[in-house]
Protein backbone atom coordinates (compact mmCIF):
# COMPACT_ATOMS: atom_id res chain seq x y z
CA UNK A 1 0.00 0.00 0.00
CA UNK A 2 3.22 2.26 0.54
CA UNK A 3 6.04 2.64 -1.68
CA UNK A 4 8.64 -0.08 -0.47
CA UNK A 5 12.53 1.16 -0.85
CA UNK A 6 12.70 -0.92 -3.64
CA UNK A 7 9.65 0.42 -5.24
CA UNK A 8 10.82 3.86 -4.73
CA UNK A 9 14.27 3.67 -5.62
CA UNK A 10 16.03 1.71 -7.55
CA UNK A 11 13.55 -1.07 -9.00
CA UNK A 12 11.33 2.07 -10.57
CA UNK A 13 13.84 3.37 -12.34
CA UNK A 14 15.38 -0.13 -13.98
CA UNK A 15 12.17 -2.12 -14.18
CA UNK A 16 11.44 -3.85 -17.40
CA UNK A 17 7.71 -3.40 -17.01
CA UNK A 18 6.19 -3.22 -20.22
CA UNK A 19 3.54 -0.82 -19.71
CA UNK A 20 4.17 2.54 -21.24
CA UNK A 21 6.44 4.38 -19.70
CA UNK A 22 5.04 7.55 -19.35
CA UNK A 23 8.93 9.28 -18.56
CA UNK A 24 10.17 11.24 -21.12
CA UNK A 25 13.42 9.99 -22.53
CA UNK A 26 16.66 11.36 -23.79
CA UNK A 27 18.20 14.12 -21.45
CA UNK A 28 15.26 15.31 -19.65
CA UNK A 29 14.55 11.70 -18.51
CA UNK A 30 17.79 11.53 -16.91
CA UNK A 31 17.86 14.80 -15.12
CA UNK A 32 14.25 13.95 -13.58
CA UNK A 33 15.64 10.27 -12.46
CA UNK A 34 18.92 11.70 -10.96
CA UNK A 35 16.72 14.00 -9.72
CA UNK A 36 14.11 11.78 -7.99
CA UNK A 37 17.07 9.65 -7.07
CA UNK A 38 18.53 12.62 -5.27
CA UNK A 39 15.12 13.74 -3.50
CA UNK A 40 15.12 10.22 -1.91
CA UNK A 41 18.17 9.46 -0.61
CA UNK A 42 18.09 13.37 0.91
CA UNK A 43 14.63 12.63 2.35
CA UNK A 44 15.64 8.69 3.72
CA UNK A 45 19.01 10.50 5.37
CA UNK A 46 17.47 13.53 6.52
CA UNK A 47 13.51 13.80 6.43
CA UNK A 48 11.66 16.45 5.72
CA UNK A 49 13.35 18.90 7.65
CA UNK A 50 16.47 18.17 5.38
CA UNK A 51 15.19 18.40 2.20
CA UNK A 52 15.89 21.49 0.45
CA UNK A 53 16.22 22.38 -3.44
CA UNK A 54 20.10 23.23 -3.32
CA UNK A 55 20.87 19.97 -1.42
CA UNK A 56 18.96 17.83 -4.22
CA UNK A 57 20.33 19.46 -7.19
CA UNK A 58 23.95 19.17 -5.66
CA UNK A 59 23.44 15.47 -4.92
CA UNK A 60 21.81 14.99 -8.08
CA UNK A 61 24.89 16.84 -9.90
CA UNK A 62 21.83 18.80 -11.91
CA UNK A 63 22.12 22.47 -12.19
CA UNK A 64 20.28 24.62 -9.34
CA UNK A 65 18.30 26.86 -12.06
CA UNK A 66 17.13 24.15 -13.66
CA UNK A 67 16.13 22.36 -10.16
CA UNK A 68 14.27 25.58 -9.20
CA UNK A 69 12.44 25.95 -13.05
CA UNK A 70 11.08 22.51 -13.26
CA UNK A 71 10.05 21.73 -9.53
CA UNK A 72 9.36 24.96 -7.92
CA UNK A 73 9.63 23.88 -3.71
CA UNK A 74 9.94 20.90 -2.09
CA UNK A 75 6.50 20.33 -2.61
CA UNK A 76 7.10 19.80 -6.12
CA UNK A 77 9.97 17.39 -5.70
CA UNK A 78 7.97 15.54 -3.53
CA UNK A 79 5.21 15.38 -5.43
CA UNK A 80 6.81 14.51 -8.44
CA UNK A 81 8.54 11.58 -6.53
CA UNK A 82 4.88 9.98 -5.69
CA UNK A 83 3.52 10.45 -9.42
CA UNK A 84 7.16 8.40 -10.33
CA UNK A 85 6.47 5.76 -8.30
CA UNK A 86 2.65 5.49 -9.15
CA UNK A 87 3.43 5.54 -12.97
CA UNK A 88 6.30 3.42 -12.83
CA UNK A 89 6.18 0.54 -10.73
CA UNK A 90 4.08 -2.75 -11.35
CA UNK A 91 3.74 -3.80 -7.86
CA UNK A 92 0.85 -5.88 -7.42
CA UNK A 93 -0.48 -7.75 -4.10
CA UNK A 94 0.79 -11.27 -4.34
CA UNK A 95 -1.30 -13.89 -5.14
CA UNK A 96 -0.87 -16.39 -1.97
CA UNK A 97 -3.97 -18.93 -2.76
CA UNK A 98 -6.66 -17.68 0.38
CA UNK A 99 -7.51 -14.39 1.11
CA UNK A 100 -5.95 -14.37 4.93
CA UNK A 101 -2.64 -15.61 3.43
CA UNK A 102 -2.77 -12.56 0.42
CA UNK A 103 -3.95 -9.68 2.95
CA UNK A 104 -1.18 -10.98 5.50
CA UNK A 105 1.43 -10.67 3.16
CA UNK A 106 0.34 -7.68 1.93
CA UNK A 107 0.59 -6.59 5.54
CA UNK A 108 4.03 -7.73 5.62
CA UNK A 109 4.80 -5.95 2.73
CA UNK A 110 3.38 -2.25 4.24
CA UNK A 111 5.53 -3.06 7.96
CA UNK A 112 8.36 -3.66 6.18
CA UNK A 113 8.61 -0.90 4.02
CA UNK A 114 7.33 1.69 7.21
CA UNK A 115 9.82 0.20 9.56
CA UNK A 116 12.74 0.02 6.99
CA UNK A 117 15.88 2.37 8.04
CA UNK A 118 15.45 4.45 6.62
CA UNK A 119 11.75 4.58 5.52
CA UNK A 120 11.21 6.86 2.51
CA UNK A 121 6.65 5.68 2.82
CA UNK A 122 7.17 6.69 6.61
CA UNK A 123 8.64 10.22 5.60
CA UNK A 124 6.49 10.70 2.45
CA UNK A 125 3.89 10.48 4.98
CA UNK A 126 5.12 12.98 7.77
CA UNK A 127 5.79 15.23 4.73
CA UNK A 128 2.32 14.78 3.84
CA UNK A 129 1.78 17.33 6.95
CA UNK A 130 3.76 19.97 5.89
CA UNK A 131 3.12 20.13 1.94
CA UNK A 132 -0.46 20.06 0.63
CA UNK A 133 1.73 18.96 -2.96
CA UNK A 134 2.73 16.00 -1.11
CA UNK A 135 -0.55 15.22 0.57
CA UNK A 136 -2.24 15.10 -2.77
CA UNK A 137 0.42 13.33 -4.32
CA UNK A 138 0.58 10.76 -1.31
CA UNK A 139 -3.88 10.40 -1.67
CA UNK A 140 -3.26 9.44 -5.47
CA UNK A 141 -0.79 7.14 -4.52
CA UNK A 142 -2.79 5.35 -1.45
CA UNK A 143 -6.19 5.46 -4.10
CA UNK A 144 -3.76 3.46 -6.60
CA UNK A 145 -2.69 1.03 -4.07
CA UNK A 146 -6.08 0.19 -2.90
CA UNK A 147 -7.49 0.03 -6.18
CA UNK A 148 -4.24 -2.31 -6.96
CA UNK A 149 -5.20 -4.15 -4.10
CA UNK A 150 -8.61 -5.11 -5.28
CA UNK A 151 -7.76 -8.13 -7.16
CA UNK A 152 -7.66 -9.78 -3.62
CA UNK A 153 -10.79 -9.71 -3.00
CA UNK A 154 -11.96 -10.43 -6.45
CA UNK A 155 -9.51 -14.07 -6.41
CA UNK A 156 -11.38 -14.64 -2.76
CA UNK A 157 -15.45 -13.95 -4.25
CA UNK A 158 -13.79 -16.57 -7.45
CA UNK A 159 -12.46 -18.74 -4.99
CA UNK A 160 -16.09 -19.00 -2.82
CA UNK A 161 -14.78 -17.85 0.02
CA UNK A 162 -15.86 -14.58 0.24
CA UNK A 163 -19.77 -13.32 -1.34
CA UNK A 164 -19.91 -11.69 -4.44
CA UNK A 165 -20.93 -8.36 -3.04
CA UNK A 166 -18.28 -7.86 -0.78
CA UNK A 167 -17.09 -4.45 -0.58
CA UNK A 168 -13.88 -4.30 -1.68
CA UNK A 169 -12.43 -0.84 -0.45
CA UNK A 170 -13.91 -1.67 3.30
CA UNK A 171 -12.35 -5.20 3.65
CA UNK A 172 -9.30 -3.57 2.74
CA UNK A 173 -8.73 -0.68 5.00
CA UNK A 174 -10.11 -2.85 7.46
CA UNK A 175 -7.23 -5.21 7.37
CA UNK A 176 -4.54 -2.12 6.37
CA UNK A 177 -5.45 0.09 8.63
CA UNK A 178 -4.64 -1.44 12.07
CA UNK A 179 -0.60 -0.95 11.03
CA UNK A 180 -1.05 2.39 10.05
CA UNK A 181 -2.68 2.77 13.12
CA UNK A 182 0.00 1.63 15.22
CA UNK A 183 2.82 3.02 13.66
CA UNK A 184 1.71 6.31 12.19
CA UNK A 185 -0.68 7.39 14.70
CA UNK A 186 -0.23 5.52 18.25
CA UNK A 187 3.54 5.32 16.83
CA UNK A 188 3.97 1.99 19.16
CA UNK A 189 6.83 -0.20 18.61
CA UNK A 190 5.53 -2.88 15.38
CA UNK A 191 4.40 -5.88 16.97
CA UNK A 192 5.99 -8.50 14.23
CA UNK A 193 2.32 -10.70 14.82
CA UNK A 194 0.31 -7.39 13.98
CA UNK A 195 0.24 -7.61 10.19
CA UNK A 196 -1.11 -11.73 10.06
CA UNK A 197 -3.39 -10.47 13.07
CA UNK A 198 -5.07 -7.80 11.04
CA UNK A 199 -5.52 -10.02 7.95
CA UNK A 200 -6.83 -12.39 10.25
CA UNK A 201 -9.47 -10.27 11.55
CA UNK A 202 -10.35 -8.71 8.79
CA UNK A 203 -11.13 -11.90 7.52
CA UNK A 204 -13.03 -12.76 9.92
CA UNK A 205 -15.58 -10.32 9.73
CA UNK A 206 -15.80 -10.49 6.01
CA UNK A 207 -16.38 -13.89 6.41
CA UNK A 208 -19.39 -13.31 8.72
CA UNK A 209 -20.48 -11.12 6.01
CA UNK A 210 -18.92 -7.15 7.81
CA UNK A 211 -18.55 -5.81 4.37
CA UNK A 212 -21.34 -7.12 2.18
CA UNK A 213 -23.27 -3.99 0.03
CA UNK A 214 -26.07 -3.06 1.82
CA UNK A 215 -25.42 -4.46 4.86
CA UNK A 216 -27.04 -2.85 8.06
CA UNK A 217 -24.85 0.22 9.04
CA UNK A 218 -25.28 -1.71 12.73
CA UNK A 219 -27.28 0.88 14.01
CA UNK A 220 -29.53 -1.74 15.54
CA UNK A 221 -28.22 -1.36 18.92
CA UNK A 222 -28.08 2.14 19.53
CA UNK B 1 -10.21 8.52 21.53
CA UNK B 2 -9.02 11.52 20.65
CA UNK B 3 -10.20 15.07 23.06
CA UNK B 4 -13.91 16.13 22.16
CA UNK B 5 -13.86 19.91 21.33
CA UNK B 6 -15.66 20.17 24.64
CA UNK B 7 -13.00 17.81 26.47
CA UNK B 8 -9.81 20.39 25.48
CA UNK B 9 -12.17 23.67 25.98
CA UNK B 10 -14.37 24.81 28.66
CA UNK B 11 -15.43 21.39 29.96
CA UNK B 12 -11.85 20.58 31.14
CA UNK B 13 -11.66 23.85 32.75
CA UNK B 14 -15.31 24.11 34.70
CA UNK B 15 -15.70 20.26 34.82
CA UNK B 16 -17.32 19.32 38.39
CA UNK B 17 -14.60 16.06 38.74
CA UNK B 18 -14.98 13.98 42.24
CA UNK B 19 -11.55 13.17 40.89
CA UNK B 20 -8.80 15.42 42.84
CA UNK B 21 -7.64 17.93 40.81
CA UNK B 22 -3.80 18.50 39.87
CA UNK B 23 -4.05 22.06 38.62
CA UNK B 24 -2.76 24.14 41.49
CA UNK B 25 -5.21 26.55 42.08
CA UNK B 26 -4.92 30.46 42.66
CA UNK B 27 -3.13 32.95 40.54
CA UNK B 28 -0.66 30.07 38.67
CA UNK B 29 -3.88 28.28 37.95
CA UNK B 30 -5.48 30.80 36.45
CA UNK B 31 -2.29 31.65 34.44
CA UNK B 32 -2.15 28.51 33.21
CA UNK B 33 -6.03 28.02 32.00
CA UNK B 34 -5.98 31.29 30.06
CA UNK B 35 -2.57 30.39 28.49
CA UNK B 36 -3.73 26.74 27.76
CA UNK B 37 -7.31 28.33 26.68
CA UNK B 38 -5.69 30.24 23.99
CA UNK B 39 -3.22 27.88 22.96
CA UNK B 40 -6.60 26.15 22.30
CA UNK B 41 -8.20 28.66 20.60
CA UNK B 42 -5.06 29.94 18.13
CA UNK B 43 -4.19 26.40 17.35
CA UNK B 44 -8.16 25.99 16.08
CA UNK B 45 -7.92 29.18 14.09
CA UNK B 46 -4.32 29.23 12.76
CA UNK B 47 -3.03 25.60 13.01
CA UNK B 48 -0.08 24.47 13.91
CA UNK B 49 1.78 26.83 11.67
CA UNK B 50 0.04 29.88 13.40
CA UNK B 51 1.19 28.80 17.01
CA UNK B 52 3.19 31.29 18.36
CA UNK B 53 4.34 32.08 22.24
CA UNK B 54 3.50 35.66 21.45
CA UNK B 55 0.76 35.31 19.60
CA UNK B 56 -0.50 32.87 22.71
CA UNK B 57 0.68 35.46 25.67
CA UNK B 58 -1.00 38.33 23.79
CA UNK B 59 -4.58 36.49 23.42
CA UNK B 60 -4.44 35.00 26.91
CA UNK B 61 -3.57 38.77 28.72
CA UNK B 62 -0.25 37.13 29.53
CA UNK B 63 2.81 38.76 30.03
CA UNK B 64 5.23 37.61 27.01
CA UNK B 65 8.08 36.68 29.70
CA UNK B 66 5.65 34.47 31.93
CA UNK B 67 4.52 32.74 28.62
CA UNK B 68 8.64 32.05 27.85
CA UNK B 69 9.96 30.63 30.92
CA UNK B 70 7.33 28.47 31.80
CA UNK B 71 6.52 26.70 28.49
CA UNK B 72 9.28 27.52 26.36
CA UNK B 73 8.25 26.95 23.15
CA UNK B 74 5.13 25.72 20.99
CA UNK B 75 6.18 22.15 22.13
CA UNK B 76 6.00 22.96 25.45
CA UNK B 77 2.54 24.75 25.16
CA UNK B 78 1.14 21.55 23.18
CA UNK B 79 2.59 19.45 25.85
CA UNK B 80 0.86 20.88 28.57
CA UNK B 81 -2.73 21.35 26.28
CA UNK B 82 -2.37 17.88 25.98
CA UNK B 83 -1.38 16.90 29.89
CA UNK B 84 -4.06 19.17 30.85
CA UNK B 85 -6.84 16.84 28.60
CA UNK B 86 -5.53 13.78 30.01
CA UNK B 87 -5.34 14.29 33.94
CA UNK B 88 -8.53 17.36 34.08
CA UNK B 89 -11.15 15.57 31.91
CA UNK B 90 -13.30 12.66 33.13
CA UNK B 91 -14.23 11.53 30.00
CA UNK B 92 -15.60 7.83 29.94
CA UNK B 93 -17.08 5.10 26.92
CA UNK B 94 -21.11 5.67 26.91
CA UNK B 95 -22.69 2.48 28.02
CA UNK B 96 -25.26 1.25 25.76
CA UNK B 97 -25.80 -2.14 26.79
CA UNK B 98 -24.13 -4.18 23.64
CA UNK B 99 -20.40 -4.22 21.94
CA UNK B 100 -21.54 -3.29 19.08
CA UNK B 101 -23.53 0.25 20.82
CA UNK B 102 -20.99 1.13 22.51
CA UNK B 103 -18.04 0.95 19.51
CA UNK B 104 -20.50 2.56 17.29
CA UNK B 105 -20.79 5.79 19.90
CA UNK B 106 -17.29 5.84 20.46
CA UNK B 107 -16.50 6.11 16.82
CA UNK B 108 -19.17 8.73 16.23
CA UNK B 109 -17.66 10.57 18.65
CA UNK B 110 -14.20 10.47 16.97
CA UNK B 111 -15.73 11.45 14.10
CA UNK B 112 -17.64 14.26 15.19
CA UNK B 113 -14.16 15.47 17.01
CA UNK B 114 -12.08 15.16 13.81
CA UNK B 115 -14.82 16.47 11.34
CA UNK B 116 -15.42 19.44 13.90
CA UNK B 117 -14.56 22.90 12.64
CA UNK B 118 -12.07 23.91 13.87
CA UNK B 119 -11.14 20.68 15.40
CA UNK B 120 -8.76 20.59 17.91
CA UNK B 121 -8.24 16.65 17.77
CA UNK B 122 -7.15 17.01 13.91
CA UNK B 123 -4.82 20.05 14.88
CA UNK B 124 -2.79 18.31 17.52
CA UNK B 125 -2.25 15.01 15.54
CA UNK B 126 -0.89 17.23 12.46
CA UNK B 127 1.00 19.03 15.01
CA UNK B 128 3.00 15.85 16.43
CA UNK B 129 4.26 15.52 12.90
CA UNK B 130 5.97 18.56 13.84
CA UNK B 131 6.96 18.87 17.37
CA UNK B 132 8.58 15.65 19.14
CA UNK B 133 6.83 17.24 22.33
CA UNK B 134 3.44 17.45 21.30
CA UNK B 135 4.34 14.09 19.71
CA UNK B 136 5.39 12.51 23.23
CA UNK B 137 2.00 14.56 24.91
CA UNK B 138 -0.22 12.60 22.08
CA UNK B 139 1.03 9.04 22.92
CA UNK B 140 0.38 9.62 25.93
CA UNK B 141 -3.01 10.87 25.42
CA UNK B 142 -3.93 7.98 22.79
CA UNK B 143 -2.48 5.42 25.66
CA UNK B 144 -4.66 7.17 28.31
CA UNK B 145 -7.74 7.11 26.42
CA UNK B 146 -7.57 3.02 24.80
CA UNK B 147 -7.28 1.95 28.47
CA UNK B 148 -10.48 3.53 29.37
CA UNK B 149 -12.01 2.30 26.68
CA UNK B 150 -11.25 -0.81 27.77
CA UNK B 151 -14.54 -1.49 30.03
CA UNK B 152 -16.41 -1.70 26.87
CA UNK B 153 -15.04 -5.14 26.35
CA UNK B 154 -14.95 -6.18 29.91
CA UNK B 155 -18.93 -5.17 29.60
CA UNK B 156 -18.98 -7.45 26.73
CA UNK B 157 -17.46 -10.17 28.63
CA UNK B 158 -19.89 -9.96 31.37
CA UNK B 159 -22.53 -9.74 29.34
CA UNK B 160 -21.82 -13.11 27.76
CA UNK B 161 -21.14 -11.30 24.20
CA UNK B 162 -17.49 -11.83 24.23
CA UNK B 163 -14.90 -14.60 25.94
CA UNK B 164 -13.00 -13.37 28.93
CA UNK B 165 -9.78 -14.21 27.02
CA UNK B 166 -10.57 -11.61 24.55
CA UNK B 167 -7.88 -8.84 24.01
CA UNK B 168 -9.46 -5.63 24.21
CA UNK B 169 -6.59 -3.40 23.13
CA UNK B 170 -6.23 -5.38 19.68
CA UNK B 171 -9.87 -5.20 19.38
CA UNK B 172 -10.22 -1.22 20.42
CA UNK B 173 -7.77 -0.62 17.90
CA UNK B 174 -9.38 -2.82 15.15
CA UNK B 175 -12.83 -0.80 15.87
CA UNK B 176 -11.27 2.65 15.77
CA UNK B 177 -8.30 2.50 13.34
CA UNK B 178 -10.80 2.41 10.09
CA UNK B 179 -12.11 5.97 11.03
CA UNK B 180 -8.84 7.54 11.61
CA UNK B 181 -7.11 6.14 8.77
CA UNK B 182 -9.69 7.45 6.48
CA UNK B 183 -9.33 10.85 8.13
CA UNK B 184 -5.73 11.44 8.68
CA UNK B 185 -4.15 9.16 6.27
CA UNK B 186 -6.57 8.61 3.24
CA UNK B 187 -8.23 12.39 3.67
CA UNK B 188 -11.37 10.79 2.36
CA UNK B 189 -14.67 12.57 2.77
CA UNK B 190 -15.79 11.34 6.19
CA UNK B 191 -18.92 8.64 5.59
CA UNK B 192 -21.39 8.95 8.06
CA UNK B 193 -21.81 5.09 7.91
CA UNK B 194 -17.86 4.59 8.81
CA UNK B 195 -18.34 4.64 12.31
CA UNK B 196 -21.19 2.18 12.43
CA UNK B 197 -19.56 0.20 9.73
CA UNK B 198 -16.13 -0.01 11.50
CA UNK B 199 -17.43 -1.07 14.62
CA UNK B 200 -19.93 -3.63 13.10
CA UNK B 201 -16.87 -5.09 11.37
CA UNK B 202 -14.82 -5.15 14.65
CA UNK B 203 -17.60 -6.56 16.57
CA UNK B 204 -18.28 -9.74 14.25
CA UNK B 205 -14.07 -10.41 14.32
CA UNK B 206 -14.48 -10.43 17.93
CA UNK B 207 -17.75 -12.69 18.32
CA UNK B 208 -15.60 -14.99 15.57
CA UNK B 209 -12.39 -14.97 17.97
CA UNK B 210 -10.14 -12.84 15.95
CA UNK B 211 -8.86 -11.46 19.14
CA UNK B 212 -8.49 -14.69 21.61
CA UNK B 213 -5.67 -14.26 23.34
CA UNK B 214 -3.23 -16.65 22.16
CA UNK B 215 -5.37 -17.17 18.80
CA UNK B 216 -3.13 -18.35 16.15
CA UNK B 217 -1.56 -15.62 14.35
CA UNK B 218 -3.23 -16.45 10.84
CA UNK B 219 -0.08 -17.84 9.35
CA UNK B 220 -1.87 -20.90 8.84
CA UNK B 221 -2.16 -20.54 4.88
CA UNK B 222 0.60 -18.62 4.07
Redesign the interface.
Known amino acids: MTPSEEQTGDRARTSGSAQPRRRPGGRTGRTRAQVLDAVRAELAEHGYDGLSLDGVAARAGVHRATVYRRWRDVGGLLADVLEATTSDDDWQPQD???L??DL??LNSENLAAMTARPSIAAAL??AS??SEEA?RGL?RL?EDRYARCEVIVARAVRRGELPPATDAR?LL??A???L???L?????APDP?LP??????????A?????GEG????????
Open positions: TGSLGTVIAFRARWRVATAPYHHVLLRTDAQAARAAALAFAGAFSPAGGASR
